[in-house]
Structures are given as C-alpha cells and as structure tokens.
C-alpha cells in the first residue's frame, strides 16, 4: 500500500458488519482469499458480481485481484480509518524543533476515499 501505508504503519480501523458499508475508494482489511489465515490492507475500488475488486496502491505489485479475483463480501473484514506513523525514525536529540514539528505534522493522516496522497499522485 506504499505510499499510503508504510511498514510499520498503524492503521486505525472500524469494523463493519457487512461490505454494504464499504465504498470505492476505502482502504480495507480483508482475509486473502487464497490463505484465509492472512490478513492483507487493500483499497476497494468497485463493487462486482462475486465481491469486491481490490487493489493496492502500489501498481508493480500484483498481490490483489489482479491475482485473485474479487474477494467475497465475507472476507471483507473493517474500512482503514487513519493511520498514525511512530516517531522509531526521529531522532530526538538531533531532530530539533523543525524535525519535531514535520513529524507532528505527518504522523497522524485520515484515510479517507478519493482523498488519499496515493488518488493525487495517481492523477498527475
């Protein structure tokens, strides 16, 4: 999901009771069809016969429906909400207050549909 997500990323995420509640364009979690064990972060983009298309931001890699096929409303699991980015990078004692401020400014970003970094940077 790079460059919503990044590794070690956390995702604030609600719970949905059905996937009526997810719409084009949500960061998801879903149960990979393929390993239902694992759990995967993806963006739905439509709904079709069968589920739900999903693919990640990232086009080089082709670990969603490009690869399997819709995904089951079942397997559709909650909607990314936020993400918050910890500070492991920051290095306090040299960041100074401008280092500071850039990662309070960053840390926190909502994760809302057509309004994502990655949707702007696809359009241009």
């Not at 694992?38 to 739905?44: E, F, Y």
């Not at 850039?102 to 926190?108: D, E, G, H, Q, Y």
């Amino acid at each position: 999901m790079v460059p919503t997500l990044l590794n070690g990323d956390w995702l604030l995420i609600q719970y949905v009771k059905n996937a009526e509640e997810v719409r084009p364009g949500d960061v998801v979690v879903l149960r990979h069809p393929l390993q239902q064990d694992l759990l995967i972060v993806k963006r739905a983009v439509e709904r079709r016969e069968g589920g739900w298309w999903v693919l990640g931001d990232n086009a080089f890699v082709e670990n969603d429906s490009r690869e399997f096929g819709t995904v089951p409303d079942e397997l559709v699991l909650a909607r990314g909400r936020g993400r918050f980015r910890p500070a492991k990078e920051v290095q306090w004692s040299v960041a100074g207050v401008a280092g500071v401020a850039s990662w309070v400014a960053s840390c926190v970003r909502p994760l809302r549909a057509g309004r994502s970094v990655s949707r702007r940077l696809r359009a241009r």
